[in-house]
């Protein structure tokens, strides 16, 4: 078997339902497997996976064993030849993964490949490349100062060597990830894709970021921007350093001031919610059942010819590819307030998220 794609949920049934979704458009053509491992959720994400996609490999787990170890035990159960490690709320092109395991083939010492990310409002995520963060990056970043933390080096549409990716979306060897014990499980959740990231490259393989295919990736579902991800967050960072660097007072220090100050620099999102907006439906035909679950009237176009600003548009599945509607959501002019759903195939919800920060909205409608 090529590929093994392993998916780890926590509560995002919906979004998983549209990832899976997705995956599956991008594995017609490749011998591959989806391996679904949750995290004891306590929404239906169990029993919909059991009910829609029969073929799935469902790993049911008796508790949350967060990121590290909920992927490990999938890996075990792995066949593929290559795995890629993707969050529940992202969204693939149907030929991501035949691009990204040609050019994972044509390298001679390949090592984890990703991509170009964008969240659901088309804006690029910086996170997609990112430089290894030694205590002088780790500290810039945590008192504001990220351009150092990530690979801008490297245009985001470019192909290029980049030391550390999200763990959002990896693809690499099974036997690489094998070789460097897979995900470090004294993360319970971040830092444990910077810390496999670098011992792979450590190990001397090559990490590569693909600008050349981009996926969506939420971002804001799985896990808000909080104080307790703030705590996580720098406090992996703090077991990265201790592992990887020497002892240093004053990165600890500033650990604990960035614990205590990061709520002060959380901003607020703006509210984009579907009300008083124009709403537009990309599709071939019009769906009564969504018009009347939104309540409110629906314009009906084939296509985007420009992106109008304070309105949503949504884009139907069972009529866009994803790869077209990656395209479209990518193509939002930078100041541009328009806002996108997508309508899954043969689903009766939309969704989507109008910030990397905050969650999505999910509207469900009767489709009989």
């Not at 391996?35 to 959720?41: E, G, Q, T, Y």
């Not at 549409?157 to 460097?180: E, H, I, R």
Request: hydrophobic share 35%.
């Amino acid at each position: 078997m090529k590929l093994s794609v392993i998916i780890l949920n926590y509560n995002v049934r919906h979004f998983l339902e549209l990832c899976i979704k997705s995956v599956e458009a991008a594995l017609t053509s490749i011998d591959a497997e989806i391996i679904v491992v949750d995290n004891l959720s306590k929404d239906d994400s169990c029993e919909m996976v059991k009910r829609q996609f029969p073929k799935v490999k469902l790993i049911e787990n008796s508790k949350n064993y967060g990121f590290s170890k909920g992927n490990n035990i999938a890996v075990k159960e792995a066949k593929g030849d290559y795995l890629c490690i993707l969050n529940p709320d992202t969204v693939v092109a149907e030929d991501t993964f035949e691009l990204l395991l040609k050019i994972s083939e044509a390298n001679k010492n390949p090592g984890i490949i990703g991509c170009r990310l964008i969240d659901g409002k088309g804006q690029f995520l910086p996170e997609s490349k990112r430089k290894i963060p030694t205590p002088s990056v780790a500290i810039k970043k945590i008192i504001g100062l990220t351009s150092s933390y990530y690979a801008n080096d490297i245009n985001e549409t470019s192909t290029g060597l980049a030391p550390v990716f999200v763990g959002a979306f990896m693809l690499l060897k099974t036997s690489v990830y094998k070789q460097v014990k897979g995900f470090d499980e004294d993360y319970f959740m971040y830092g444990e894709d910077i810390d496999l990231s670098y011992k792979v490259r450590q190990a001397g393989y090559n990490n590569m970021y693909v600008g050349a295919t981009t996926a969506i990736h939420y971002k804001g579902e799985s896990t808000l921007k909080d104080k307790t991800y703030a705590k996580r967050f720098y406090g992996a960072m703090q077991i990265f350093y201790n592992k990887h660097f020497k002892s240093n007072i004053v990165f600890d220090a500033m650990v604990w001031l960035g614990i205590r100050c990061a709520p002060l620099f959380q901003k607020s999102i703006p509210n984009t919610s579907s009300s008083n907006r124009k709403l537009v439906l990309i599709s071939s035909e019009m769906n009564t059942h969504l018009e009347n679950a939104i309540n409110q009237p629906l314009v009906l176009q084939s296509n985007i010819a420009q992106y109008d600003d304070d309105t949503e548009y949504i884009l139907d599945n069972n009529h866009l590819s994803f790869k077209s509607i990656i395209e479209i959501i990518s193509k939002t002019p930078k100041n541009s307030s328009a806002t996108f759903k997508i309508l899954p195939k043969n689903s009766n919800f939309i969704i989507g998220s109008n910030s990397s920060k905050s969650r999505g909205s999910i509207i469900n409608f009767d489709d009989n």
